[in-house]
């Protein structure tokens, strides 16, 4: 393609809403413009970048054996609440009237709307295993869309659904989309770890999500480097160490702890090392006031304390829930306390002689001792690992990282099958309900990760996959005979497969070069009138910065043998 007949609007300055690396890039390089909060129109370089990468994502998925369908963006309500998740999903369902009043929803994801379809069409074991999957646009009604296309509001997706006749089928397709995203995100050249995770609203008994380590992310990835266990710090979990403490136990004492009510504070007013405060948070469950414990020196993880507990929402207590309790905000504790159920973490079990809230103001426990002064109604792991904890399967010590999630995959088992009706005949004659995984990969999302990872201050260093044009051509001068020879070059390169971008443009050499770095092809090719004096081209590599040059005459074979040699 030609430059001078082509849209791409570069921007030499950084538009004043756009924060993180991939968001800047993909608005500077005319990749993309915004209409809207989280909503991007997406220009000609953007979407050839979109289409690349589902192009690979089309072939493993082809590969592993599903089938690509598409769906109706456009879903009934009443397949939500068909299913139970209605309420559970939340604000985020976009949701829309009808002229005649009826109830719809832009999808957000398809587990009910395939679901209606494989009920209504399989009728026997024969007809499974089976993964239908779709590349389509979806919509969340985020309350902050931020960072460009890592948390929007319209955003394209690959959504894949398994169903089988058992537990066991289940385990083979999600192994076989597990591998097929391995493929994938490996063939995009990305740095990403598979890492355990929590189902969140889509539900089911077992996920993976698929992790692009990158600053921007907002999860954070919880690593071993001595074995292969990696989780989202969501569900990470580390080797329980006793205290260790050998003492015994002292009477309980209230004591005055004034301007002293964060952590840091206790620790140098009470003289006590924080692992023996037991830090208390107040909750709000679904109908109940929930108090977490964990012990000073680790933060209580809301997830798990969720999952702990089975509940589908959970949220901290506002100050009206601290009304008509016997405790203050800021000096709440478990002694004592009334109407409000105690969790502890397993680690403060162990706790000898600790410090807690005194439910007063300025007020603290001196020498608490679980069990001895306080009540707990259950015991489990709900904090967050920390950089260093001991690693859960080997001795290793746990790393954390940022890190995007570009993929995840789910077993769901009968969540959805079971309230829908997705039942087929087994090989008695039997009805069964149908086992389901889902699969899904952010089309959009892994660009922008890709950008993050694949950047510099210039611009974007494009992997070889995802390019969206494999060589730019800049034609340096007004001089005719390089515009020819840069023409027969260009074409060259075309016809041979080689997805080429000629600069044309009759701007000055400073604009062509940054716009090339904006722009971030993996190979540079610049020719002038020197360089064609010489018989040369001047090629220069932008993930490596790395400059050289080859024999005109010969550039063709040169050119191949480079791209095969980049990643």
Same mark, same amino acid.
């Given at each position: 393609?030609k430059?001078?007949?082509?849209?791409?609007p570069?921007l030499?300055?950084?538009?004043?809403d756009a924060?993180?690396?991939?968001?800047?890039?993909m608005?500077r390089a005319g990749m993309?413009?915004?209409?809207g909060?989280?909503v991007?129109?997406?220009?000609p370089?953007g979407?050839k970048v979109?289409r690349?990468?589902?192009?690979?994502v089309?072939?493993?998925m082809n590969?592993?054996?599903?089938?690509e369908?598409?769906l109706p963006?456009?879903?009934p309500?009443?397949?939500?609440?068909?299913?139970g998740r209605?309420?559970?999903?939340?604000p985020e369902?976009?949701?829309l009237?009808?002229?005649?009043?009826?109830d719809?929803a832009?999808?957000p994801?398809?587990?009910?709307?395939?679901?209606?379809?494989v009920?209504?069409?399989?009728r026997?074991?024969k007809?499974l295993p089976?993964?239908?999957?779709q590349?389509?646009?979806?919509?969340?009604d985020?309350?902050?869309?931020?960072?460009g296309?890592?948390r929007?509001?319209e955003?394209i997706m690959k959504?894949a659904?398994?169903?089988d006749?058992?537990e066991?089928a289940?385990e083979?397709?999600?192994?076989t989309?597990y591998d097929a995203?391995?493929?994938?995100?490996?063939?995009?050249?990305l740095?990403f770890r598979?890492?355990?995770?929590?189902?969140g609203s889509?539900?089911?008994?077992?996920?993976?999500?698929?992790?692009?380590l990158?600053?921007?992310?907002?999860?954070?990835?919880?690593?071993c480097?001595?074995?292969?266990y990696?989780a989202?710090l969501?569900l990470?979990?580390a080797?329980?160490?006793?205290?260790?403490?050998?003492e015994?136990s002292l009477?309980?004492?209230?004591?005055?702890?004034p301007?002293a009510s964060?952590?840091?504070?206790?620790?140098?007013?009470?003289d006590l090392?924080?692992?023996?405060?037991?830090?208390?948070?107040?909750f709000?469950?679904e109908?109940?006031l929930?108090?977490a414990?964990?012990r000073g020196?680790?933060? +209580? *993880?809301e997830i798990?304390?969720t $999952?702990?507990l /089975?509940?589908n929402? #959970?949220?901290l207590?506002? &100050?009206? %829930?601290y009304d008509g309790?016997n405790t203050v905000k800021g000096?709440?504790?478990p002694?004592?306390i009334?109407?409000?159920k105690?969790?502890?973490?397993?680690?403060?079990?162990d706790? +000898? *002689?600790?410090?807690?809230g005194? $439910?007063?103001? /300025?007020?603290?426990? #001196?020498n608490?001792?679980p &069990?001895? %002064?306080?009540?707990?109604?259950?015991v489990?792991?709900?904090?967050?690992v920390?950089e260093?904890?001991q690693c859960?399967h080997?001795?290793?010590?746990l790393?954390l990282?940022?890190?995007?999630?570009?993929?995840q995959?789910?077993?769901?088992?009968?969540?959805?099958?079971?309230?829908l009706?997705?039942?087929?005949?087994?090989e008695n004659?039997?009805a069964?309900?149908?086992v389901?995984?889902?699969y899904?990969?952010?089309i959009?999302?892994?660009?922008a990760a890709t950008?993050?990872?694949?950047?510099?201050?210039?611009?974007?260093k494009?992997?070889?996959?995802?390019a969206?044009?494999?060589?730019?051509?800049?034609?340096m001068g007004k001089?005719?005979?390089?515009?020819e020879?840069g023409?027969r070059?260009?074409?060259?390169l075309k016809?041979s497969?080689i997805d080429?971008?000629?600069d044309?443009?009759k701007?000055r050499?400073?604009?062509?070069f940054?716009?090339a770095?904006?722009i971030?092809?993996?190979i540079?090719?610049t020719l002038?009138?020197?360089?064609?004096?010489?018989?040369?081209l001047?090629?220069?590599?932008?993930?490596t910065?790395?400059?050289l040059?080859i024999?005109?005459?010969?550039?063709l074979?040169?050119i191949?043998?480079?791209?095969?040699?980049?990643?």
């Amino acid at each position: 393609m030609k430059m001078s007949k082509m849209y791409i609007p570069t921007l030499k300055e950084t538009p004043a809403d756009a924060e993180v690396i991939s968001h800047k890039l993909m608005l500077r390089a005319g990749m993309m413009r915004r209409l809207g909060s989280g909503v991007y129109t997406y220009l000609p370089l953007g979407y050839k970048v979109i289409r690349k990468f589902e192009e690979i994502v089309r072939e493993e998925m082809n590969n592993s054996g599903a089938l690509e369908v598409l769906l109706p963006a456009l879903q009934p309500v009443e397949l939500w609440d068909e299913s139970g998740r209605l309420q559970n999903y939340g604000p985020e369902l976009m949701r829309l009237k009808d002229r005649h009043n009826r109830d719809f929803a832009l999808g957000p994801t398809h587990e009910e709307v395939i679901t209606d379809l494989v009920r209504d069409e399989v009728r026997s074991y024969k007809d499974l295993p089976l993964n239908l999957y779709q590349i389509q646009s979806k919509y969340r009604d985020e309350i902050r869309p931020r960072f460009g296309v890592l948390r929007g509001r319209e955003f394209i997706m690959k959504d894949a659904y398994s169903f089988d006749v058992d537990e066991a089928a289940l385990e083979e397709s999600y192994q076989t989309m597990y591998d097929a995203y391995t493929k994938i995100f490996s063939r995009c050249g990305l740095d990403f770890r598979p890492v355990e995770a929590d189902t969140g609203s889509i539900g089911g008994e077992g996920s993976h999500e698929f992790m692009v380590l990158a600053d921007a992310g907002e999860d954070i990835v919880v690593y071993c480097e001595e074995c292969d266990y990696a989780a989202n710090l969501e569900l990470a979990k580390a080797k329980v160490e006793a205290n260790g403490f050998n003492e015994d136990s002292l009477e309980l004492e209230l004591v005055d702890t004034p301007e002293a009510s964060t952590i840091e504070e206790l620790v140098e007013s009470l003289d006590l090392p924080a692992h023996k405060m037991i830090k208390a948070l107040l909750f709000k469950g679904e109908d109940e006031l929930i108090l977490a414990l964990v012990r000073g020196d680790y933060e +209580v *993880n809301e997830i798990k304390l969720t $999952n702990l507990l /089975d509940l589908n929402n #959970l949220e901290l207590a506002s &100050e009206e %829930d601290y009304d008509g309790l016997n405790t203050v905000k800021g000096f709440t504790g478990p002694i004592g306390i009334k109407e409000v159920k105690v969790i502890a973490d397993e680690l403060v079990m162990d706790i +000898v *002689n600790g410090a807690s809230g005194g $439910n007063k103001e /300025d007020k603290h426990y #001196l020498n608490v001792n679980p &069990e001895r %002064d306080f009540e707990v109604e259950l015991v489990g792991d709900i904090r967050e690992v920390r950089e260093g904890d001991q690693c859960l399967h080997c001795e290793g010590e746990l790393k954390l990282t940022p890190g995007i999630e570009v993929g995840q995959v789910f077993k769901l088992g009968k969540k959805y099958s079971e309230p829908l009706g997705a039942t087929f005949l087994d090989e008695n004659g039997k009805a069964q309900t149908m086992v389901m995984g889902c699969y899904g990969i952010g089309i959009t999302r892994t660009i922008a990760a890709t950008i993050e990872q694949n950047s510099d201050e210039y611009g974007i260093k494009w992997p070889k996959a995802l390019a969206p044009y494999m060589v730019e051509i800049l034609l340096m001068g007004k001089n005719d005979e390089v515009l020819e020879e840069g023409e027969r070059v260009y074409e060259e390169l075309k016809e041979s497969g080689i997805d080429t971008l000629l600069d044309d443009r009759k701007e000055r050499a400073g604009v062509k070069f940054n716009d090339a770095d904006l722009i971030g092809c993996p190979i540079r090719i610049t020719l002038g009138a020197r360089s064609l004096k010489a018989g040369k081209l001047e090629v220069k590599l932008r993930q490596t910065g790395e400059e050289l040059e080859i024999d005109l005459e010969n550039c063709l074979s040169s050119i191949k043998k480079i791209i095969k040699g980049l990643n």
